[in-house]
C-alpha cells in the first residue's frame, strides 16, 4: 500500500514508573500532569511497565485513572482488564493475567540457596521487614508491604561491593538478573517480551499501532528494543545510563517526570 494512503496507526505509550514517570526520589508525577492529561484526553492508551509489583502499580493507576492493561515485575505478568482485549486465558482478581515469570517462592529459595553456596552477603526483599525496604527505597511503611507482595521476581542488594561471582552463578543456573535501582533476580522473563505480546494484542483488535517506550535504566533495556520510538530518561545525577545505545533512541534533557513530559509532548506535536 503506498505510504501516503496508509491507515493511521494507533498511538500506544508504554512506560516504566520509578526513575521515568515517577520522581526517582518522591515519585511524584507532577511534572508529567501536562502529557498525562494530554494522552487522556486524546484516548492514548498509557500502558505500565515496572518492576514493581502488581498491588503497587495498582495504586498508580487509582490515582491516575488509568484502566489499560499493565506489565509487573521487569515482565513477570501483564495484567489485562477483563474484556479489554477478546481472549480467554487464566484469570485472577478482574484481570486476564499472562504469566511469563517463575513462581516467587521458587526465585526465593534459588537465591538463598546459591549464596549459601559462594557465602556472597546477599539480601533480598524477602529477607527484610516492610520497614526496612521502606528505609531502603523511600517509601512509606504501607508501600514497601505492597512491594514485598510479590510473583514473579526478587530484587536484592549486596551487603558489600556488588560481587561478580553472583551474576555468574546466576547465569550458570540458567536465570537472569537485571537492575533498575536494584539488582533483581527472575526466570526467564523480561519487559520487551511482554510488550510484543501487548502490542500483538492491540494489533489484532486495532489494526496497525505506533508504540512509544519510555525508561532509564538497564531493566528497560529489552522493551526500549521492541518499540518504535524510544526514550531513554535522563536520571537525578544529571547523565543517561551509559549501558542504553540502541538506534533512533531519544535522550531527554529532563529529569524524571520533567523529562518523561519533555518527550511525550514532542511526540504528540510531531505525530499531530
Given at each position: 500500500?503506498?505510504?501516503?494512503?496508509?491507515?493511521?496507526?494507533?498511538?500506544?505509550?508504554?512506560?516504566?514508573?520509578?526513575?521515568?514517570?515517577?520522581?526517582?526520589?518522591?515519585?511524584?508525577?507532577?511534572?508529567?500532569?501536562?502529557?498525562?492529561?494530554?494522552?487522556?484526553?486524546?484516548?492514548?492508551?498509557?500502558v505500565f511497565c515496572?518492576?514493581?509489583?502488581?498491588?503497587?502499580?495498582?495504586?498508580?493507576?487509582?490515582?491516575?485513572?488509568?484502566?489499560?492493561?499493565?506489565?509487573?515485575?521487569?515482565?513477570?505478568?501483564?495484567?489485562?482488564?477483563?474484556?479489554?482485549?477478546?481472549?480467554?486465558?487464566?484469570?485472577?482478581?478482574?484481570?486476564?493475567?499472562?504469566?511469563l515469570g517463575s513462581?516467587?517462592?521458587?526465585?526465593?529459595?534459588?537465591?538463598?540457596?546459591?549464596?549459601?553456596?559462594?557465602?556472597?552477603?546477599?539480601?533480598?526483599?524477602?529477607?527484610?521487614?516492610?520497614?526496612?525496604?521502606?528505609?531502603?527505597?523511600?517509601?512509606?511503611?504501607?508501600?514497601?508491604?505492597?512491594?514485598?507482595?510479590?510473583?514473579?521476581?526478587?530484587?536484592?542488594?549486596?551487603?558489600?561491593?556488588?560481587?561478580?561471582?553472583?551474576?555468574?552463578?546466576?547465569?550458570?543456573?540458567?536465570?537472569?538478573?537485571?537492575?533498575?535501582?536494584?539488582?533483581?533476580?527472575?526466570?526467564?522473563?523480561?519487559?520487551?517480551?511482554?510488550?510484543?505480546?501487548?502490542?500483538?494484542?492491540?494489533?489484532?483488535?486495532?489494526?496497525?499501532?505506533?508504540?512509544?517506550?519510555?525508561?532509564?535504566?538497564l531493566n528497560d533495556?529489552?522493551?526500549?528494543?521492541?518499540?518504535?520510538?524510544?526514550?531513554?530518561?535522563?536520571?537525578?545525577?544529571?547523565?543517561?545510563?551509559?549501558?542504553?545505545?540502541?538506534?533512533?533512541?531519544?535522550?531527554?534533557?529532563?529529569?524524571?517526570?520533567?523529562?518523561?513530559?519533555?518527550?511525550?509532548?514532542?511526540?504528540?506535536?510531531?505525530?499531530?
Open positions: 500500500m503506498d505510504k501516503r494512503t496508509a491507515p493511521p496507526r494507533r498511538l500506544i505509550i508504554v512506560t516504566d514508573l520509578d526513575g521515568t514517570l515517577l520522581h526517582p526520589r518522591t515519585y511524584s508525577y507532577e511534572e508529567a500532569l501536562p502529557a498525562l492529561d494530554l494522552i487522556r484526553d486524546r484516548g492514548i492508551p498509557l515496572s518492576s514493581k509489583t502488581r498491588p503497587e502499580i495498582e495504586v498508580y493507576r487509582q490515582r491516575l485513572n488509568n484502566g489499560h492493561p499493565f506489565i509487573s515485575e521487569n515482565g513477570g505478568g501483564i495484567y489485562i482488564p477483563e474484556g479489554y482485549f477478546p481472549m480467554h486465558g487464566s484469570r485472577k482478581g478482574g484481570y486476564d493475567v499472562i504469566a513462581p516467587y517462592e521458587e526465585i526465593r529459595k534459588r537465591l538463598i540457596a546459591m549464596r549459601d553456596r559462594l557465602g556472597i552477603a546477599v539480601r533480598g526483599f524477602g529477607d527484610m521487614s516492610a520497614e526496612e525496604v521502606a528505609s531502603l527505597t523511600g517509601l512509606t511503611i504501607e508501600e514497601a508491604r505492597l512491594a514485598k507482595q510479590r510473583d514473579f521476581e526478587e530484587p536484592f542488594v549486596f551487603s558489600n561491593e556488588p560481587d561478580d561471582r553472583f551474576f555468574s552463578e546466576i547465569e550458570r543456573e540458567k536465570l537472569r538478573w537485571t537492575q533498575g535501582r536494584f539488582f533483581h533476580l527472575m526466570g526467564d522473563h523480561h519487559k520487551g517480551r511482554t510488550v510484543h505480546i501487548l502490542r500483538r494484542l492491540y494489533e489484532r483488535r486495532d489494526g496497525p499501532v505506533m508504540t512509544i517506550g519510555l525508561g532509564d535504566s533495556l529489552p522493551f526500549l528494543f521492541a518499540v518504535d520510538r524510544p526514550v531513554l530518561v535522563k536520571k537525578e545525577s544529571g547523565m543517561h545510563d551509559a549501558r542504553i545505545d540502541i538506534p533512533g533512541l531519544v535522550r531527554t534533557e529532563g529529569i524524571g517526570p520533567a523529562g518523561w513530559n519533555e518527550a511525550v509532548m514532542s511526540v504528540i506535536s510531531e505525530l499531530s
